[in-house]
């Protein structure tokens, strides 16, 4: 247990902030750090099914990604607890990533436009554009193929690329 835990503490201290990053991307806005922690936690827990076919840093992520996909159920399972309750929920603003982040307006509609994709693309956008992943380190983290990964991944770009043009049009017309 001792070398486990000295090995996740320095694998924390190397990929931290690519799975802080990963996470703020993949659920947007929220207490990101207490999920960066869920994930180191589970890579603790899990540590015996650690297989060393993979990289930690895939692995990681893989784990991120599941962490990513948990916190999406439960704020649905929220806002749908909310609506059924009857309660007035709105969602905060004051914590939107932007806000945290202080992005410029380039970035702001980036980030608008990978939150839009369907979870497919914006799984393969965040690892491979953003987070810079090779093909296989992202097939592994999603469990793909090589080829579903450069198939997706370039499927995404151009749904990103049609989106820009959207938007620019709907720009040109609000001018006009």
Known sequence: MMNTNKEITEWFYTYNKDIYHFLLYYVGSGDIEDLVQDVFIRAIKGFDSFQSKSTPKTWLFSIARNVGIDEVRKR???????????????????????????????????????????????DVVILR????????????????????????????????GKKKEVTQYESIQRLD
């Not at 309750?85 to 969602?91: C, T």
């Not at 806000?99 to 436009?113: A, D, I, P, S």
């Open 129 to 160: 554009a953003i987070k810079e992943l090779s093909v296989s380190e992202t097939a592994a983290v999603l469990s793909w193929s090589e080829s579903k990964v450069s198939t997706t991944y370039h499927r995404a770009l151009k749904a990103l």
């Open 76 to 122: 649905k399972r929220s806002r749908i607890k909310h609506f059924i309750g009857g309660g007035d929920y709105e969602p905060k603003d004051d914590t939107t990533p932007e806000k945290v982040l202080q992005l410029n307006e380039n970035n702001k509609n980036l980030y608008r436009e990978i939150q839009a994709l369907k979870s497919n693309y914006r």
